[in-house]
């Protein structure tokens, strides 16, 4: 009787182990495959995210160039590579976004003056520095058809500043901006 209970104490402890063993086991490869999962997820959500930065980059309208609104036979310029930049540019983006073509969006907006244009004239009459926001508000009162965002009215406003057309004010976390003095002249002599 005393041989007994040890051995079967033994295999109990021996059955339990191995119990264990599996149950850890099957454990493990319950969470190496829920760690594969989220891998899987986490490169997923890097990919969206990539693609949603892209898309934002995208979405973002940059300003066009001012030469680029011209009229080519008014500024003398005919060449081929002119023609050709046009053809390929902002109005062929935009026309693949609509589904108009090409000529079509070129010819609605060739019509339209330029919005640095637009935004130097209202600053003509000031002497003060102006907000981006009010700019933008009187553009919209000025010109109805016209509807651009804050983000382009910035954009549009900073390409003028780089081109020594206006100049930036600051003032705590405000940025103004007023017309250049040879701009002014210039304007004002039209």
């Not at 804050?150 to 780089?162: D, G, I, K």
Request: proline share 8%; no cysteine.
């Amino acid at each position: 009787m005393t041989s007994h209970p040890p051995a079967t104490l033994r295999t109990r402890l021996v059955d339990q182990a191995t119990s264990d063993l599996k149950e850890n086991r099957r454990r493990q490869q319950e969470l190496a495959e829920k760690v594969r999962m989220l891998k899987q997820e986490e490169a997923l959500l890097v990919d969206i995210l990539k693609l949603a930065e892209r898309y934002e980059s995208l979405a973002e309208p940059s300003p066009p160039p001012e030469r680029a609104e011209e009229d080519p036979a008014a500024t003398g310029t005919t060449s081929r590579k002119a023609s050709a930049s046009s053809s390929t540019g902002a109005p062929a983006r935009r026309a693949a976004r609509t589904g108009k073509s090409a000529r079509t969006v070129a010819k609605g907006k060739s019509r339209q003056p330029p919005l640095g244009d637009l935004l130097m004239s209202l600053l003509t009459g000031d002497d003060e520095p102006r907000l981006a926001k009010e700019l933008r508000d009187e553009l919209l009162e000025k010109h109805p058809g016209r509807n651009p965002s804050p983000q382009v009215v910035r954009n549009t406003l900073e390409s003028l500043v780089a081109k020594g057309h206006i100049r930036r004010h600051k003032q705590q976390r405000s940025v103004m901006y007023v017309l250049e003095e040879p701009g002014r002249r210039a304007l004002a002599a039209q």
